[in-house]
């Protein structure tokens, strides 16, 4: 089967494995990186969530009278206090675990966060945010590049994708991300699985032949280096399975990808980037926020259990202080429902920060909701929440004061902006 340097880059341990029959994919030689142990754990909610369902001004008049069956009434939503404009807030009532952790000072809420003249689209919007570039979005991640600035040689488990592929946000020019939906899967492939002696035989032999690197033959070379990796890092990989959790965590996809990050880092394997993402934000028709059944209730049930459940298990774990998670979506959506009791695709929404070195609490204003084409807190003739909070500048944050780089160098230009304390 051909395969493209690009296809074995984005497809990640199914491409590699499809192709070459032999190890899962991606990692390399366990080196320490001379840096802080702290983790990043990057979460897309796939799809454009709804910032207006997640964090409420409940008490705009507005909100209610252009969501008139979606809106959530003021009597149910879990009160979290005023932002530095005012305005009261409150997150979705199935969010109590995370306004536990909001109460605790461990939440930071970042309103309004996006860029000029936002695009619609999930597929350009999703490359934007993850270059952290509106204006080119086909090249690298931004922690990617981040990546590429670490010194060599990089432990190639610096990085972990939880989803089937290598999302773009982690896509760098000389560090190999591994995509390991499921740790039980990241194995070498024989055709002896019983015979236990032939099996190492098998992997021996692999070992063996992926250790040329032809200088005259790069792409043999790249799948070779990338063989090597995955065979070195199959038996730190391999110990994340027995991890035990201090936490009961729910029986879902998202919630089991948070489980097993929690157990890369209680197994300390070296990754220090994680990516995990939950799809299901595109919420066109029967958005539905309040009722049980509700498509939107059951997307916040997912988030609340399965972040609380992290949470809780890295606190107990004396983790916490060493992780931060992030959260982003492609875009938020409209002000005003649609006639299909949804919300189409809009502009900026709501950042999530947790974790135990995060300064909690509400960043940034809330939109005022009037349809006035000249409020300056909405856009597209008011259909929109306007961004007042770069992406970039977040990014900026991160890059700088959690995981030491220099975000300068990394996004291309000075995304700092005062006042964004959140860690």
């Known amino acids: 089967?051909?395969?493209?340097?690009?296809?074995?880059?984005?497809?990640?341990?199914?491409?590699?494995?499809?192709?070459?029959?032999?190890?899962?994919?991606?990692?390399?030689?366990?080196?320490?990186?001379?840096?802080?142990?702290?983790?990043?754990?990057?979460?897309?909610?796939?799809?454009?969530?709804?910032?207006?369902?997640t964090l409420i001004p409940y008490n705009d008049a507005q909100y209610q009278g252009r969501r008139p069956t979606i809106a959530i009434p003021a009597s149910s939503?879990?009160?979290?206090?005023?932002?530095?404009?005012?305005?009261?807030?409150?997150?979705?009532?199935?969010?109590?675990?995370?306004?536990?952790?909001?109460?605790?000072?461990?939440?930071?809420?970042?309103?309004?966060?996006?860029?000029?003249?936002?695009?619609?689209?999930?597929?350009?919007?999703?490359?934007?945010?993850?270059?952290?570039?509106?204006?080119?979005?086909?090249?690298?991640?931004?922690?990617?590049?981040y990546l590429d600035t670490l010194p060599s040689p990089v432990d190639p488990l610096t990085a972990w994708s939880t989803a089937g592929v290598i999302p773009r946000t982690l896509q760098s020019s000389r560090v190999g991300v591994p995509s390991i939906p499921t740790v039980q899967d990241y194995a070498f492939a024989s055709p002896n699985t019983t015979i236990a002696a032939e099996v190492q035989f098998a992997r021996e032999s692999a070992t063996r032949i992926s250790s040329h690197l032809p200088v005259d033959q790069p792409h043999l070379a790249f799948v070779n280096a990338s063989s090597q990796a995955a065979f070195a890092t199959l038996d730190r990989v391999v110990q994340v399975g027995s991890y035990s959790s201090s936490v009961t965590y729910p029986n879902n996809g998202f919630a089991m990808a948070l489980r097993t990050i929690a157990g890369a880092m209680v197994k300390g394997v070296g990754t220090k980037v994680f990516w995990v993402q939950t799809g299901g934000f595109d919420t066109h028709a029967s958005q539905d926020p309040t009722a049980d059944a509700g498509a939107y209730v059951?997307?916040?049930?997912?988030?609340?259990?399965?972040?609380?459940?992290?949470?809780?298990?890295?606190?107990?774990?004396?983790?916490?202080?060493?992780?931060?998670?992030?959260?982003?979506?492609?875009?938020?959506?409209?002000v005003t429902e649609n006639g299909s009791k949804g919300t189409d695709h809009g502009a900026a929404s709501v950042l999530l920060a947790m974790g135990g070195g995060v300064h909690g609490g509400l960043f940034g204003t809330a939109p005022s909701l009037g349809a006035d084409p000249q409020?300056?807190?909405?856009?597209?003739?008011?259909?929109?929440?306007?961004?007042?909070?770069?992406?970039?500048?977040?990014?900026?944050?991160?890059?700088?004061?959690?995981?030491g780089g220099d975000s300068i160098g990394v996004l291309g230009g000075n995304f700092r902006k005062s006042g964004l304390d959140f860690i």
């Open 298 to 334: 059951k997307l916040m049930v997912s988030l609340n259990d399965g972040l609380t459940a992290f949470y809780n298990d890295l606190k107990n774990l004396a983790l916490l202080s060493d992780t931060l998670l992030l959260s982003f979506s492609e875009f938020g959506r409209r």
């Open 375 to 403: 409020n300056p807190t909405l856009e597209n003739n008011a259909s929109d929440v306007r961004y007042e909070t770069d992406f970039r500048s977040v990014y900026a944050k991160v890059i700088d004061n959690w995981l």
């Open 77 to 145: 939503v879990l009160q979290i206090g005023s932002d530095k404009a005012g305005t009261a807030l409150g997150l979705h009532p199935r969010l109590t675990g995370l306004r536990t952790i909001f109460n605790a000072g461990r939440l930071a809420l970042i309103q309004r966060t996006g860029y000029a003249n936002s695009s619609r689209s999930h597929f350009e919007g999703t490359d934007i945010w993850s270059t952290g570039d509106p204006r080119s979005p086909q090249g690298n991640g931004w922690l990617g590049r």
């Open 1 to 53: 089967m051909a395969l493209t340097r690009r296809e074995f880059v984005r497809g990640g341990v199914a491409a590699f494995t499809v192709s070459f029959a032999a190890p899962s994919f991606l990692s390399d030689l366990a080196r320490a990186q001379g840096r802080s142990r702290r983790n990043l754990v990057v979460l897309y909610l796939s799809g454009g969530n709804d910032a207006l369902s």
